[in-house]
């Protein structure tokens, strides 16, 4: 069991910059892909970007490649989604998810992410 909890969210101008972390509870951390996911108003939830278990690869939807990154660090059960130059269309909620556990492959389906936390919106304005 994984529990996760988002933070770092909030309001921007257009061109700005954000840092969202996700935070894990439990020792398995380390074994699974994490996934971050975003859902627009009116919009079905879509793919942002994954990163293996083990780091070292990463995996980015066309919409944020060059402008977001993400990280883990395993020792702090954390995974990171820097997110820069902003644009008013990266509105949304912001979800973390954790995926398979020590598969090779990158995820891009939110039907393999098991764990899910609670979301954190991000707000760009013009």
């Known amino acids: 069991q994984v529990q996760l909890v988002e933070s770092g969210g909030g309001s921007v101008q257009a061109g700005g910059s954000l840092r969202l972390s996700c935070a894990a509870s439990?020792?398995?951390?380390?074994?699974?892909?994490m996934g971050w996911f975003r859902q627009a108003p009116g919009k079905e939830r879509e793919f942002v970007t994954t990163?293996?278990?083990?780091?070292?690869?990463?995996y980015y939807a066309d919409s944020v490649k060059g402008r977001f990154t993400i990280s883990r660090d395993n020792a702090k059960n954390t995974v990171y989604l820097q997110m820069n130059s902003l644009k008013p269309e990266d509105t949304a909620v912001y979800y973390c998810?954790?995926?398979?556990?020590?598969?090779?492959?990158?995820?891009?389906?939110?039907?393999?992410?098991?764990?899910w936390g609670q979301g954190t919106q991000v707000t760009v304005s013009s």
């Open positions: 439990g020792r398995t951390f380390s074994t699974y892909a």
């Open positions: 998810a954790a995926g398979p556990q020590r598969k090779y492959y990158l995820s891009t389906s939110s039907d393999e992410y098991d764990y």
């Open positions: 990163i293996r278990w083990s780091g070292g690869s990463t």
